[in-house]
């Protein structure tokens, strides 16, 4: 079956909602480190690792060992019902890896469903569905996780169990405090949190939830500090923190091990998903057993923590800490940030360089203006298969390239995708400017 076929079958079959990436979409059907081939034997530098899920990059032995040595026991499943050793040990790690005081850890199999769980705890422990969420940002696809979705391209519908007060995003091109400095953006956004609290809430608030960096809108983040500022007007009424880390978790952001941690504030709260599987599902939220445990009913996940995932969970996370892979996020992605920043100064439609560590989005926007540009991100985008290189895309304005490629990603292969980036943006720059001046 050629991929043309496979295509028209997927559509006849697939909902039309479900994106698929490229005017010619991909079949990957191999892979290696951070490589993948496509079925007619093309092959990519993966940067996009399928959502930032790959996170060790593809075909670890250590993984691929530990869930051979589960699958030779004959099981696949038990259920919760029964214990599962290597799901205890792996909350054990998670629990005190978490920073989080006297930790529980349950959990699921995506982001969404841990994002509904710490939902839940943390609805249950306040006794109020009010939340503070904020704008830009992207929790899943559930009726909560959706109505905590602050992004008109992801909100699918209206109905939400929650009353959800919008805080702003830390968009520093565009949005009301957009303009301001660091230090008078954390002031602006503090008092903003009291306005709120004081005008949209009957005060009782539950909780505020938010990622230390939005990844699908486009990696924005706010200044250093923001969530402890935050969380002193929280304290004052007991609303919790509760700190989205599914793109952000597991060193990705190379200064530290959680997004949370460059904002000198530990989250009642914390959600992950993505990385800690390298693919295989599994999610979960981790936080203060007296919130976690605020469940007044039988509650349980058919197969979250199942023992598959969880050997492959174990397995990921010894090896990310026994090959310091956060430290390897810092200075590979300290090279990139530096090649993209070089394309920022030759190129007029790069409107920002954004990130930490190897989580870095190319904002792009008409050239002298900060008006988005999804055309010219979309040729980008395209442009950058064609050499060989798998990227996202994001943002509000779908007008961000994202990267967010395999911890164990090499300085060679960083500057081979900056070398493909870079014929790709000066080929764009090129026919934006000649939109720009059609004499010419
Ligand atoms: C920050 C964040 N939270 C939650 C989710 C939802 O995770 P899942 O797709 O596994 O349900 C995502 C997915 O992209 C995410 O980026």
Known sequence: MTTDELLARHRA??????????????????????????AQGRSYLDFFGGVLTNMLGYDVAEVNEAVRRQLGTGVV???????????????????????????????????????????????????????????????????????????RSWSASSLNPLQVSWLHSADRLRGLLSRLGPDEYVEAAVDDLREVLATQTSGDVACLIAEPIQGVGGFVAPPDGLFGA????????????????VQTGWGRTG??????????????????????????????????????????AVSFSTF??????????????????EHDLQANAARVGAVLLAGLRELADRHAIVGAVRGRGLMLGVEFVRPGATEPDPAATARVFEECRRGGLLVGKGGLYGNVVRMGPPLTLTEEEAREALGILAEAVALADAEAGAVADPAH
């Open 13 to 38: 079959v697939m909902p039309s909602w479900m994106p698929l990436y490229y005017a010619e979409p991909i079949e990957i059907v191999a892979g290696s480190g951070r490589r993948v081939t496509d």
């Open 77 to 151: 499943h038990t259920s919760t019902l029964y214990l599962i050793r290597q799901q205890v040990e792996l909350a054990e790690k998670i629990a005190a890896l978490s920073g989080i005081p006297d930790a529980r850890v349950f959990f699921t199999n995506s982001g969404t469903e841990a994002n509904e769980a710490a939902l839940l705890v943390a609805t249950n422990h306040r006794r109020s569905n009010q939340i503070l969420a904020v704008r830009n940002s992207y929790h899943g696809r559930s009726y909560a996780a959706m109505g905590i979705t602050g992004h």
């Open 230 to 245: 935050f969380k002193k007007v929280l304290d004052e009424s007991g609303i919790l923190l509760i700190s989205d880390e």
């Open 255 to 296: 200064e530290h091990f959680w997004g949370y941690q460059a904002h000198g504030v530990t989250p009642d709260l914390l959600t992950f998903a993505k990385g800690i599987g390298n693919g295989f599902a599994l999610a979960g939220v981790v936080g203060r057993a007296e919130v976690l445990n605020e469940v007044h």
């Open 304 to 321: 979250g923590g199942n023992p598959i995932s969880t050997a492959a969970g174990n397995a990921v996370l010894d090896y990310l800490l």
